[in-house]
């Protein structure tokens, strides 16, 4: 119902029925990990951690998009409950894998949302550490996960879209923490007439890369939409091409 809501711009509906979701996975204990799953058969201790790591990524897009607080904080959770969970741990799935990549981004901009926009300051010293948390990812979103998957019309719809939407969303944490940058440059120049020559390499270079980021993602739904199978209505793919971070 979150999903849907976001869907038919239903923001606020959205973050009610996430906020129930949460509660009821916390009063089920989805958030302790091992210590609360070994009382539960194989089969179900896979869903409730599919369920839980849903519910996180969720949590953290919401609170990027419409800037909120978190709904799960890092320290309501055990480590290991956002670990995957299969029945074959040495051979993954493909979806369990692609989730590993959704719950490696959300934590990252779960650090971006708590270093940088609640505290409404940013430096290029922590803006370096999370670029190098993003290449991190970049080495994750190569093979089966690279973008030009996202636009091959012969690969399969349901993989496809898994693909767009990761891609998209690791493009969208390198625009929230580079966006201040971009932002002071601009106001900067407009403003003040201040060339952004005037500053330091590494601010223009984080200016540089949102403008990339943001011209990257024009390009990945793009070509998404050439190849036929972009829905009419896909909440996330509308967030992150056409509502800026924060």
């Not at 923001?11 to 009063?27: D, E, G, K, P």
């Not at 958030?31 to 951690?49: A, D, K, M, N």
């Not at 879209?161 to 493009?171: D, E, F, I």
């Amino acid at each position: 119902m979150a999903v849907y809501s976001l869907s038919v711009s239903r923001r606020n509906a959205a973050v009610s029925y996430l906020s129930m979701a949460v509660q009821f996975a916390f009063t089920l204990g989805l958030h302790r990990g091992e210590q609360t799953q070994v009382i539960f058969p194989l089969e179900e201790q896979i869903v409730r951690r599919r369920v839980w790591r849903s519910l996180f990524v969720l949590d953290r897009f919401l609170a990027a998009a419409l800037g909120r607080p978190v709904l799960i904080s890092d320290e309501d959770c055990s480590s290991d409950s956002l670990r995957s969970l299969s029945e074959q741990p040495n051979r993954l799935s493909e979806n369990d894998r692609s989730m590993n990549i959704a719950v490696d981004i959300s934590m990252l901009i779960g650090r971006i949302l708590k270093t940088v926009y609640a505290r409404r300051r940013v430096s290029t010293k922590l803006a370096h550490e999370f670029a190098l948390d993003c290449q991190k990812l970049d080495k994750q979103l190569q093979g089966e996960f690279h973008w030009r998957r996202a636009v091959d019309p012969s690969t399969p719809i349901i993989e496809a879209t898994a693909v767009l939407h990761l891609n998209l969303y690791r493009y969208h944490a390198v625009l929230l923490y580079t966006r201040p940058f971009f932002l002071y440059l601009l106001k900067n120049f407009q403003v003040d007439k201040v060339p952004p020559t005037r500053f330091s390499p590494r601010m223009q270079r984080f200016s540089q890369t949102c403008v990339k980021a943001a011209e990257h993602t024009i390009t990945i739904v793009y070509g998404a939409l050439r190849a036929g199978y972009l829905p009419q209505r896909n909440p996330f793919v509308t967030h992150f091409l056409l509502r800026p971070p924060w």
